[in-house]
């Protein structure tokens, strides 16, 4: 009896940033998903509703291989936090501004594709933070990032007052805007603004940088990527919110613990040019893009 085999086709997911005008993004999809059939590929899209990126489910990732990612830093973060714990390799195009994670613009996606299929690339690992919040003694909000974790004080002028612990070692209690707990990736967002430094991407470590500290002596500091943080408020605040990236937030309520410690797997950026960070930070800082 003969025995047919179903050969399970590569899937693409194309992450599609809808703030970006279609008519922007329009001919680079097209352009991807020609290029994909005609090397017997398929493509699965995900888009935003707003701020809001809905997950895939299980059966749609099914022979997944790559992620391409729409749009500009933010879409890559939130690929990242959408499919980095299933290990896909994630391709960030340049149709945002500054581009810190994207590696080709929309001009140079068809050879970057041909590279990729060739195996002609490498891939950076790049660190990521699991946040839970505990209410109670139980888990009421959790994800990852791969840029920082922020306690904010909201929309509120008023300063929070807050502590945070480091593997159980208290380290501070202050009053200030609140705190950003980054990755070497989110050295160079939201921290960097707040006067912390930055780290090279490759670095395994987890930078706590003070949101306007009411201190003189709290200064943002780098610590093991192992460590684990605890974080709460020591005052009832007005919304007080955790943030993800920047994109996803959860409004605490009085005796929230925050922890933050690193996520059990990496992200993966695909990359074809040889390293050369700082020269690409320099660009990037100074308004430039890539060619």
């Known amino acids: 009896m003969l025995k047919v085999c179903h050969l399970e086709l590569k899937t693409v997911i194309l992450v599609i940033n809808r703030l970006i005008p279609r008519t922007r993004t329009a001919p680079v999809v097209a352009e991807i998903s020609a290029w994909l059939a005609a090397n017997d590929m398929q493509v699965q899209t995900v888009t935003n509703d707003g701020d809001r990126w809905p997950d895939l489910p ?14 500009g830093d933010g879409t890559v973060l939130a690929a990242s936090r959408l499919f980095a714990s299933r290990g896909l390799p994630i391709l960030g ?32 690992s790049r660190l990521m933070l699991e946040l839970s919040v505990f209410r109670n003694g139980a888990r009421v909000y959790g994800g990852v990032c791969l840029n920082d974790v922020v306690l904010s004080r909201g929309a509120t002028l008023r300063a929070v007052e807050m502590a945070f612990e480091i593997d159980g070692e208290p380290v501070a209690r202050y009053s200030g805007d609140g705190l950003i707990v980054s990755t070497p990736t989110g050295s160079t967002a939201y921290s960097l603004s707040a006067g912390g430094p930055i780290l090279a991407p490759n670095l395994e470590a987890i930078l706590v940088t003070p949101l306007c500290a009411h ?9 093991s990527p192992d460590s684990t943080l605890r974080l709460y408020l020591t005052r009832p605040a007005f919304e007080p919110v955790v943030v993800l990236d920047g994109q996803e937030s959860f409004c605490l309520e009085e005796g929230d613990e925050i922890w933050v410690r690193r996520a059990p797997f990496a992200c993966r ?16 800082l100074q308004g430039e893009r890539d060619a």
């Open 93 to 124: 195009v340049q149709l945002g501004q500054l581009g810190f994670l994207s590696e080709v613009e929309p001009n140079a996606v068809t050879g970057a594709l041909r590279e990729w299929a060739g195996g002609r690339f490498r891939t950076e």
């Open 215 to 223: 201190s003189l002596w709290l200064r943002p500091c780098v610590i």
């Open 58 to 71: 299980v059966a749609d990732l099914e022979g997944a291989v790559l992620v391409v990612a729409l749009g």
């Open 269 to 284: 950026l695909v990359r074809f040019a040889p390293a050369g960070y700082f020269q690409r930070l320099k660009r990037k």
